[in-house]
Every structure is written in structure tokens, then in C-alpha cells.
């Protein structure tokens, strides 16, 4: 990664699945669960979009596939396909790979401040992290949805709480666009993303990338 060293950076913002959860497959699984009920050809295209669109909130997603993959309304509405979806994914939020060396490297960057912005919802997310015992690495706080990534970026540099430089550690091009939002660099993260054509996208934006959370060490 030639001259980068993540100790430069006054503000660190990751996003969730894929970074710092091992969750992406979790969260897939739930999506192709709750769209079931419609049948599995539509559950499919269902979990094609999803993946194509990585980091975009359960909110839209659903909406999504009533508006244009749904052709008709004979299974749960908006509401039941967000209670179905937080049902099947929380279990395994609770249960799935923590990223390596998260502990070593917020030692590593003690005068960085650290925040999630993640498409994951917010309440959820903030449960998750503090069962966990991940939620005391984040002093500037963790947030998601029903807010979009780039309306939570933008505020919280508005109120001051993103400082610079502010780097992104995400796995999706949406996470990419969001940085972009507020200037902020971009680190993709690559194990964990179910982004296909990922290689080539890092090659054409001439992003900089790692594995894991470890490889920063």
C-alpha cells in the first residue's frame, strides 16, 4: 500500500458487515429467508440485487422487492419483511467471526477517533456490538439505519464529530460513494465482501485494499 500507514488518520470509520463482522453471508441468508414466502425464483433475484448493492439498509432493499421484484402482494408486507429479516439475522450477528486484531489496532491508533456507519440497523447494531463487547472501541459512536450512510457522515461532520483526514474501511461501492460524500479516503476491504467483480472496480478507482482488519498490524 506504498506510503499509507492508518496511524495518520484522525478519524476512522468502518462499516460493519464484512469488516468487522464475518456477517455478510448472515445477512444474505436472512434476505433470501424473509423474501421465501414469495417464492424462491423471487427470493433469488431477490439475493442477486442485494449483492449487487452491498451496504444499502434493509429499508430500501425491502422496498425494493415489493416495488420491482414482487409481482404481487400475497406475502408479508414492508413491516413483515423487516420483522422476518431482524429475526433470521440477529442470532447469527451474535455468533459470527469477529474481525482479528481489532484490539491491537485501536492501540495502535489511541489518538484516532472511531466510528461505524453501517447499513445495518442502528438499534440492532448498537445491541450487537454491546453483547459483544465491541462497543467501547467506537468513542465517536456507532450508527445505521433507517439513515442512509451518507446522511450520517455528512451530519456528523457538520457537528464536528469526523475530523481530518477520515478514512472509510468498507467492502462495498456504496461504501466507497459514501465516503466520497465528505471527502474522506478509502480503504476497501476484500476477504469478507461479496462484491464479484471487486479486483477490477479496486483496479479501475485505484483504491487502496487489504484482507482483513489484521493486515493493518
Same mark, same amino acid.
Given at each position: 500500500m506504498n506510503s499509507f500507514n492508518i496511524v495518520n488518520y484522525s478519524t476512522l470509520i468502518f462499516d460493519c458487515d464484512g469488516v468487522l463482522l464475518n456477517s455478510n453471508n448472515?445477512?444474505?441468508e436472512a434476505f433470501y429467508r424473509a423474501t421465501l414466502p414469495y417464492g424462491k425464483e423471487k427470493a433469488k433475484s431477490f439475493v442477486k440485487y442485494h449483492k449487487m448493492n452491498g451496504g444499502i439498509s434493509r429499508y430500501k432493499k425491502f422496498q425494493y422487492f415489493l416495488d420491482n421484484i414482487s409481482d404481487c402482494r400475497n406475502g408479508p408486507d414492508l413491516e413483515g419483511l423487516l420483522n422476518s429479516y431482524?429475526?433470521?439475522?440477529?442470532?447469527? %450477528?451474535?455468533?459470527? /467471526? +469477529?474481525a482479528e486484531g481489532l484490539s491491537s489496532l485501536r492501540e495502535k491508533t489511541l489518538?484516532?477517533?472511531?466510528?461505524?456507519?453501517?447499513?445495518?440497523?442502528?438499534?440492532?447494531?448498537?445491541?450487537?456490538?454491546?453483547?459483544?463487547?465491541?462497543?467501547?472501541?467506537?468513542?465517536?459512536?456507532?450508527?445505521g439505519s433507517p439513515a442512509t450512510k451518507e446522511d450520517i457522515l455528512n451530519?456528523? %461532520?457538520?457537528?464536528? /464529530? +469526523?475530523?481530518?483526514?477520515?478514512?472509510?474501511?468498507?467492502?462495498?461501492?456504496?461504501?466507497?460513494?459514501a465516503s466520497q460524500s465528505i471527502n474522506a479516503d478509502f480503504l476497501f476491504v476484500r476477504d469478507w465482501s461479496e462484491l464479484n467483480d471487486a479486483d477490477s472496480w479496486i483496479a479501475e478507482k485505484k483504491l487502496k485494499s487489504i484482507g482483513r482488519i489484521k493486515d493493518l498490524l
Amino acid at each position: 500500500m506504498n506510503s499509507f500507514n492508518i496511524v495518520n488518520y484522525s478519524t476512522l470509520i468502518f462499516d460493519c458487515d464484512g469488516v468487522l463482522l464475518n456477517s455478510n453471508n448472515v445477512k444474505t441468508e436472512a434476505f433470501y429467508r424473509a423474501t421465501l414466502p414469495y417464492g424462491k425464483e423471487k427470493a433469488k433475484s431477490f439475493v442477486k440485487y442485494h449483492k449487487m448493492n452491498g451496504g444499502i439498509s434493509r429499508y430500501k432493499k425491502f422496498q425494493y422487492f415489493l416495488d420491482n421484484i414482487s409481482d404481487c402482494r400475497n406475502g408479508p408486507d414492508l413491516e413483515g419483511l423487516l420483522n422476518s429479516y431482524s429475526e433470521n439475522v440477529i442470532e447469527g %450477528l451474535l455468533s459470527c /467471526e +469477529i474481525a482479528e486484531g481489532l484490539s491491537s489496532l485501536r492501540e495502535k491508533t489511541l489518538s484516532s477517533s472511531w466510528m461505524v456507519v453501517s447499513g445495518g440497523d442502528q438499534k440492532e447494531l448498537r445491541c450487537v456490538f454491546k453483547k459483544r463487547g465491541l462497543d467501547g472501541f467506537f468513542d465517536k459512536g456507532i450508527f445505521g439505519s433507517p439513515a442512509t450512510k451518507e446522511d450520517i457522515l455528512n451530519v456528523k %461532520l457538520s457537528d464536528g /464529530e +469526523i475530523n481530518n483526514p477520515a478514512i472509510f474501511l468498507g467492502d462495498s461501492k456504496y461504501d466507497y460513494i459514501a465516503s466520497q460524500s465528505i471527502n474522506a479516503d478509502f480503504l476497501f476491504v476484500r476477504d469478507w465482501s461479496e462484491l464479484n467483480d471487486a479486483d477490477s472496480w479496486i483496479a479501475e478507482k485505484k483504491l487502496k485494499s487489504i484482507g482483513r482488519i489484521k493486515d493493518l498490524l
